[in-house]
């Protein structure tokens, strides 16, 4: 049996390709030296139980369709407390790569990598968007409980009724257009090369795996919401309302009210050569945050105080942050908020009379919980000198 937590590279292997040579395989993984730590697993022939019970694809594949498994258990489990601890905290693109690579070698139809005995993939290549939305809805279709329709059932579904969802996998792949499709799969990161689509949900900061956002990816891209009333027939997308005639009626005059307090600016400081973003309380939202973990200079705005020259930078090397923390519970450990409890018992002295506690923000990634005179802060930057760090909000 796989150790859990393990490593797994998982490719469908098109009926038409060839059988992959061993000097392919090798290639395709980086050497030998990268190979002779892997196991390979047909589980079709030599794990069946993995096909039936663990991770199911038969509703997506096709006839004569085979399935290679490359496990990396030199390094399970990746997590501490797998169970529990939603993030990865290995940096994973250089095995985002070697998928890619191992699905172009070997001609494959699909390529996931995920770990053993946690459901969700970290990065998913395939050659459609067809067969993107198709990994996302095999939760659907094999959950007994979920119906035809996509709703959830109290009981389990009946045999027939099991029968009738399960038929109608085909036809539910044939509603939604490619468009509609790739256009649910942000905020994950989507790739086009060649003919590979590539869609993977690591942290542009370090390569961690947060499986949380797999689920989410799964949600958008499965997208139930859009399940036609009759199997197979085309979604209709709800175009937004179109807006109401304007009365002809005379305007009331103009309030009175007072002109709203202009939001403050983000600020740009630099320290040890990386530019630092200072970001005040009514800016800091989740969207703003991720967008610039991912270099997305068009978030900031145009009276906030980051000059051209260090957007461009922004945009070519990526930066940091530091913000003022109003609640803990904004951010997570291991799984679960953080409260006051738990950051009093775990913190540590990090500066003279300055506690921190490295934690997760979502759709970021990790960042470091600062307490500093009875404030709280939080800031992407690990390892930078915390007293200077602390300097730029000043």
Aim: hydrophobic share 40%.
């Amino acid at each position: 049996m796989l150790a859990i937590d393990s490593l797994v590279l998982d490719v469908i292997l098109s009926a038409k390709a060839p059988p992959p040579s061993v000097d392919v395989l090798v290639a395709a993984l980086g050497g030998e030296e990268v190979a002779k730590e892997r196991l390979l697993v047909d589980p079709d022939r030599n794990l069946p139980q993995y096909e039936m019970e663990i991770s199911p694809t038969v509703p997506l594949r096709r006839r004569g369709e085979r399935r290679l498994l490359v496990i990396d258990e030199a390094t399970a489990p990746m997590r501490t407390s797998p169970r529990t601890d939603p993030i990865v905290p290995r940096d994973l693109r250089p095995e985002r790569e070697r998928l890619i690579q191992l699905v172009e070698a070997l001609g494959a139809r699909i390529g996931r990598m995920n770990a053993f005995g946690t459901v969700g993939d970290a990065v998913i290549v395939t050659r459609s968007a067809r067969d993107l939305r198709g990994l996302m809805l095999l939760g659907w279709v094999l959950d007994p409980t979920t119906d035809l329709d996509g709703r959830q059932r109290a009981t389990p579904l009946s045999q027939k009724e099991f029968e009738l969802k399960f038929g109608s996998f085909e036809k539910r792949l044939e509603e939604v257009s490619d468009e509609v499709i790739l256009s649910r799969v942000e905020p994950a990161h989507l790739e086009r090369r060649g003919d590979l689509l590539i869609v993977d949900v690591l942290s542009d900061i370090d390569g961690s795996w947060d499986i949380r956002k797999s689920y989410d990816l799964e949600t958008r891209v499965a997208a139930l919401d859009l399940f036609a009333r009759i199997p197979g027939a085309r979604a209709v997308i709800q175009e937004p309302a179109q807006r109401p005639a304007v009365s002809k009626a005379p305007a009331p005059p103009p309030s009175e009210e007072p002109p709203s307090k202009p939001s403050p600016p983000i600020v740009a400081r630099e320290l040890a050569g990386r530019v630092i973003l200072v970001i005040p309380e009514e800016r800091l939202d989740l969207d703003t945050v991720s967008g610039l973990g991912q270099r997305h200079v068009d978030v900031l705005r145009p009276f906030d105080q980051v000059p051209g020259p260090l957007k461009d930078r922004i945009h070519q090397q990526g930066c940091g942050f530091i913000a003022p923390l109003a609640f803990l519970s904004e951010v997570f450990l291991e799984g679960k908020p953080l409260d006051r409890k738990r950051f009093a018992a775990e913190a540590t002295e990090i500066a003279p009379s300055v506690r921190g506690l490295t934690a997760h923000l979502p759709r970021f990634g990790p960042v470091l919980v600062v307490e500093a005179s009875g404030k709280r802060y939080m800031t992407s930057e690990l390892t930078l000198d915390i007293p200077a760090l602390m300097s730029l909000l000043g």
